[in-house]
T-cell receptor, first 112, second 112 residues
Framework: QKEVEQNSGPLSVPEGAIASLNCTYS??????FFWYRQYSGKSPELIMS????GDKEDGRFTAQLNKASQYVSLLIRDSQPSDSATYLC????????????FGSGTRLSIRP | SQTIHQWPATLVQPVGSPLSLECTVE??????LYWYRQAAGRGLQLLFY??????ISSEVPQNLSASRPQDRQFILSSKKLLLSDSGFYLC???????????FGDGTRLSIL
């Protein structure tokens, strides 16, 4: 089992709809969870951090964490063509909090 | 504010040539520093990380090495490049455990 798993996509969502991106992780005691956006040919940029169970909202983005199910998700409301990118889920490992394990990413495409 | 600089942006090298990529961070002290490689269409592979001057942890066996001669400087090197060393090299920093990583703009390395 991979430490951080994401569906590679592509996920195609119509403009204005909600895009839902999902991620599962294997380390039951992971403490920190992050979502990054990576445009083609560019470096990843941090869009959300979440540390406790529940929802965290920032503008059009909502991160959801369920530690019991080892599941973290990212919702993007009112999707825009500029949201088309690869979204990387990242999790710190309890065994080494200095390291972040990245999922392989979900490619999101917003169709006009 | 903190910034991370990585250079060069692109590099074309012949097989068997040496390599030196440099990364520096400004606006923070004692950061954790990371080198990743990303093959085309793939996820991030952690190569090395450092929690302090002279402290290097290697994640995968390869012909690459890393050094941290100063607090905010991280260097990735190779004595002899292989074709398989091609990829997008990313440097990242974080302020400490369980904190998000912030990436430089990356170096796209092509081996001929």
């Amino acid at each position: 089992q991979k430490e951080v798993e994401q569906n590679s996509g592509p996920l195609s969502v119509p403009e204005g709809a909600i895009a839902s991106l999902n991620c599962t992780y294997s380390d039951r005691v992971s403490q920190s969870f992050f979502w990054y956006r990576q445009y083609s040919g560019k470096s990843p940029e941090l869009i959300m951090s979440i540390y406790s169970n529940g929802d965290k909202e920032d503008g059009r983005f909502t991160a959801q964490l369920n530690k019991a199910s080892q599941y973290v998700s990212l919702l993007i409301r009112d999707s825009q063509p500029s949201d088309s990118a690869t979204y990387l889920c990242a999790v710190t490992m309890y065994s080494s909090a200095s390291k972040i394990i990245f999922g392989s990413g979900t490619r999101l495409s917003i169709r006009p | 504010s903190q910034t991370i600089h990585q250079w060069p942006a692109t590099l074309v090298q012949p097989v068997g040539s040496p390599l030196s990529l440099e990364c520096t961070v400004e606006g923070t002290s004692n950061p954790n520093l990371y080198w990743y490689r990303q093959a085309a269409g793939r996820g991030l592979q952690l190569l090395f990380y450092s929690v302090g001057i002279g402290q290097i942890s290697s994640e995968v066996p390869q012909n690459l090495s890393a050094s941290r001669p100063q607090d905010r400087q991280f260097i990735l090197s190779s004595k002899k490049l292989l074709l398989s060393d091609s990829g997008f090299y990313l440097c990242a920093w974080t302020s400490g455990s369980n904190q998000p990583q912030h990436f430089g703009d990356g170096t796209r390395l092509s081996i001929l």
